[in-house]
């Protein structure tokens, strides 16, 4: 499975980005899914995961309202739409794959990783 993100970049508080994920590989379709994010300094924390083919998504806490996974089931790409941005939402974003069920925002759950798009969220 490879994973390609992009769509990262400088925005303004309050302002709005999308992140695409593309996935190529065998047994996509039956993978789990999630975004990840990493702070300079902090540990690597769930955004939001998902399955690759279902319609039910999950938010961490910090991004409910804000951050919405877009998609068209079973297809190509995988959105995130952040909305509201905060100078706190500045990080590395990544996309994950794994096949361990349910989705959960646990690192060792997934096994492939993108490369990562950089979000800055600054004045």
């Known amino acids: 499975v490879q994973l390609v993100e992009s769509g990262g970049g400088l925005v303004q508080p309050g302002g709005s980005l999308r992140l695409s994920c593309t996935a190529f590989g065998r047994n996509i379709g039956h993978a789990t899914m999630a975004w990840f994010r990493q702070a300079p300094g902090k540990e690597r924390e769930g955004v939001s995961w998902?399955?690759?083919?279902?319609?039910?998504?999950y938010y961490a806490d910090s991004v409910k309202g804000r951050f919405t996974i877009s998609r068209d089931n079973a297809k190509n790409p995988k959105y995130l739409q952040m909305n509201s941005l905060k100078p706190e939402d500045t990080a590395m974003y990544y996309c994950?794959?794994?096949?361990?069920?349910?989705?959960?925002?646990?690192?060792?759950?997934?096994?492939?990783w993108g490369q990562g798009t950089r979000v800055t969220v600054s004045s």
């Open positions: 998902f399955t690759w083919s279902g319609s039910t998504n």
């Open positions: 994950a794959a794994g096949f361990t069920f349910p989705p959960r925002p646990v690192i060792a759950d997934y096994n492939y």
